[in-house]
C-alpha cells in the first residue's frame, strides 16, 4: 500500500487515474482548465486520494501524472510533487464523508463574476439545472455559492473555507481563481460541474444584459 | 410487444436507441445539455415512445439508457424510471400525429430570454433561418415562440402547454428551464432545434448590443 | 459528360463533392451552417459548377448529396432539386472567371450586424487579416462588405448584387441571412470565410463594447 | 547540416515540425488562426529555426509546411518563402537564450482588446492564472502587455519592440493584429499562450460588463 509502483498496478487507482484523465479532457473541451490550471482528485477505497501531479496540462494527462497523497496531503512518493492546492481537495474529503471526487477548474464565467461581485456568494435563483446540486428538488429555491479572497497560503484559504462546509451544495469559487466541485463520483462531480459552470455562463449572460449588479 | 428485454432486439427500438444516442451527443457538442440536463425521445412505428432513463448525462448515452414508456408515460418494464418531464413528450405525440421525435435542451440562450422576457412570447422576425419551421416559407413573417413558467408539477405545466398546440411552429420554451422541439424523425427535430437555438443566439446578441426588451 | 450517374465517377466531380462534404464539416465545426441553411459549390473543369442538394444538412453531407447544374442553375439530372440560391452561386461564376469555389453560410455575427446596420455596408478597417482578402497589402486600407436586403425572389436579388461585382474584395452579405463568400479553389474559399467571419466577430464585439453604430 | 532535404529526416527537425503541426491543430481548435493567420517556429538544437511557411492555414499543416531559416530569417532552401514576420520570431530568439518555441496568433479577443484600448498596454492583475509566467508567483501583482502598432515593414516593427525585452513575462500584442508569446519549448509555450488567451478573454468580458476603459 506503500509502494506506489505497486500499486498502480491494483485496480482503484488504475480506474481513478482512468477517470482523472478523462474528466481533464472533457475539462479541457470546455476550456476550464487553460496553461496548467486546475486539478483532479479522486479518494481510493483505502482513503489515498489519487491527485494531478503539479505542473501539467489537464488536458493532456497521462496516467503517471496521477500520483497519491494521503489524508493530510503528504506524497506516498516522496519524489512526487503535488500541487500546493492538494490541501483544499483532502478538506473536501475530510468534511465530506461520502464525496469520491473533486474538481477544480478555471473558467472566464467564474473568474469574472467572483472578481466583480461586491458582496460575498453568487446567488442561483429559478433556474431548472439548480435541481443537479444535492437537497435541491425544485428550481425556486435560491442556491449560493460563497466567494473566498484568493490566497497564496492555501493553509490559511483552507481555514476561510471550513465554516462553509454543509452549506455550500453548489461548491465554492475562490475570486479571480475557480471553481471548487465534488460528487460522490467522478461522473457526478463532472455533472455537477457542467451545471454549476452552466448557471455561471447564465449569470454572466444575464448581468450582461442588464448591467446590474449581482449582490443588488 | 409487451416484453422490452425480446423488443430490444427488434429494428424499431434499435434504430430510436442509434438516433437518440447520436442526438445526445450533437446536444451535448453544442453545451445544450449541462449535468444530466435535457430529454430524448422518438415515437416507433407501433407507438411505444423510446426515450432517455431518467439522471443520465445525454452527451454520454448508452444505447441501455434508452427505455419505453405509453403513450401515457409509463415504463413497460415496471423497474425503468423515465424522467418526470415523459409526460411532455407524450403529450406532443398527442397532439402531433406526425411527430416523429421530440428534443429537449437547455442551452444559455433560451434559459436567459426566457427568464428575462416580460411578455409571454418570443418573437423571430426577418431571419432567413425561420423558413426551416413547418409552414413557413418566407423571412418576412414573424414566429411566436411562447414562454410557459416553470412548475416542478408536470401535468399542471402541460395543462397550460395544451392550448398552444397548432400555434407553436418552432417550439416553445419553459422559463429558466429550456426549449421543446419537435419532428418528423429526428434528422429534423434536430435541425429545428439547431434553426431555434442559431435565433435565439441572434435574439440574445442584439438585447446585447440594443440593450432594448424584446417584448417591447 | 450528360450522364451524371457515369459523371460521378470521374475525377473532377469526386473531388469537387470531397471538398463540398469537407466544407460543410468544417462550417458546420463553426456553427455557421444551422439546421440545413447554406450552400457551397464547386466549378468543374467543364464548367458545370457542382452543388449542394436542397434541403440537407451541410455538417451531415454524403456524396451523393452533390448535384450538378449548367452556369443557368438548371440540374444536369432533371430528378435533382437544387437549391432556390443556387443563381447566387452561378452568378459569381458568371462574373468572376477565376473562381472555383463559392461558400454561403449563417452565422450568428453576419445574421446580427447585418440586421443592425443602419448603411448598407460594414465596413473593415485596421485589421491584419484583412489581407487574406483579393489586392489587400496592408491592414490600414477600408474594405467595404456590401449588405442587400433579403428576399425570396433570388432573381431579383441577383440583380441588385449585380452592380456590385469587382468592389467586393470580402464578399457580400444578405440582412438576416448570410455571407457569400468566394475563392479561386475550395481552400482559399474557406480561408476567406474564417477570415470575413472573424472579422464580422471582431466588429460584433466592438459594437457590443462601445454601443456605438459601425455607420456612424 | 546546410541540406534540407537530409536535415529534414534527423532527429530535431522531425520533432520540431511535429511539434508545429501539433500546436496549429491546438491553436485552430480554439479559432486563433483564421484564414491563413499566425505562425509557429522552434530553435533547433544546431541554432537553425524551423517555422511555418507562408500562406498556408494554421490547422491542417502538413509536415512539410515547416521550413527552417536562419538567425536572421534567411530560408536554407533558397526556393522557400518564409513568411514576413519571420524576423519577430528571430528576434525573440536573440534576445531571449532560453527560448525553444514562438507562437503568433490572432485571436477576437487579443485584436479587439488591443484596437480599442488607448494606453500602450493591458494590465492583467488578481488572476491565479498570471502565475504561468515567468517570475510570477502570486496573483496579487501587475503584469504588463505592451500593445505595438501593426506596421507592415517588420523590420521597422522589430525596432519598436526591441526595447521591451525583459519586460514582457506575457508577451506582446501588435494591435489589430495578434500576440506573440513563447517558451522554453512547445508545451510551455502553447501553455503560456492558453494563459494569456484566457486572461484577454476574462479583460475582454469585464469591459463589456463594466463599460469602463482598460487604461482607466
Partial sequence: MDNPVL??????LEQAAHDI?????????????????????????DGRIAITRSGCHKGFLREQDVITVDGAGRPHDPGHRPSAETLLHCQVYRRMPDVGAVLHGHSVASTVLSMIEKTNALT???????????????????????????????????GEVEPYFGAMPAGYIIRGHGVYVWGRDMDQALARLEGLEFLLACLLQRRTLEGRTLGA
Same sequence: chains 1, 2, 3, 4.
Avoid at 484523465?21 to 477505497?45: E, F, H, K, Y
Avoid at 442561483?124 to 497560503?153: C, M, S, W
Wanted: proline residues 6%; aromatic residues 6%; charged residues 25%.
Fill in 7 to 12: 500499486d498502480r498496478r491494483s485496480g482503484p
Fill in 124 to 158: 442561483l435563483r429559478d433556474y431548472e439545472v439548480q435541481k443537479v446540486f444535492d437537497g435541491q428538488t425544485t428550481h425556486d429555491a435560491a442556491i449560493t455559492v460563497p466567494l473566498f479572497a484568493n490566497d497564496q497560503d492555501i493553509a490559511r484559504l483552507a
Fill in 21 to 45: 484523465v478523462r474528466a481533464g479532457q472533457r475539462m479541457d473541451a470546455r476550456a476550464w482548465v487553460p496553461a496548467t490550471a486546475g486539478n483532479i482528485s479522486c479518494r481510493l477505497p
